[in-house]
Nanobody, 119 residues
Framework: VQLVESGGGWVQPGGSLRLSCLPS????????IGWYRQAPANQRELVAS???????RYSDSVQGRFTISRDFAKNTVDLQMNSLKPEDTGVYYC??????????????WGQGTQVTVSS
């Protein structure tokens, strides 16, 4: 199972970007799916996640600015990022946790997409 991210790029402070994560299998496979980010010299941190039943949670630093959602028609998990700040800069990784074709539960990662917020 693979996760492919898209939608990163450069934006000025206060701008918006939308990230999309496309799994190679149905998003219903995942009990928990979402986004982490990693800034230079920092640890990877959880930004937003959504569970199978639909409830979501956010880090305090993005609460009220970012929205995670699932598009069942496109089979994607999207992250709408508004009011972006320079401290949102980093590589954003999609992750998914759930039962894999191997028969065991696992956590898998996408390759990451760069988000740069600067003037």
């Amino acid at each position: 199972v693979q996760l492919v991210e898209s939608g990163g790029g450069w934006v000025q402070p206060g701008g918006s970007l939308r990230l999309s994560c496309l799994p190679s299998e149905s998003i219903f496979r995942f009990d928990n799916i979402g986004w982490y980010r990693q800034a230079p010299a920092n640890q990877r941190e959880l930004v937003a996640s959504i569970v199978k039943v639909g409830s979501s949670r956010y880090s305090d630093s993005v609460q009220g600015r970012f929205t995670i959602s699932r598009d069942f028609a496109k089979n994607t998990v999207d992250l709408q990022m508004n009011s972006l700040k320079p401290e949102d800069t980093g590589v954003y990784y999609c992750y998914g946790e759930g039962m894999m074709p191997s028969g065991s539960k696992d956590k898998i990662w996408g390759q990451g997409t760069q988000v740069t917020v600067s003037s």
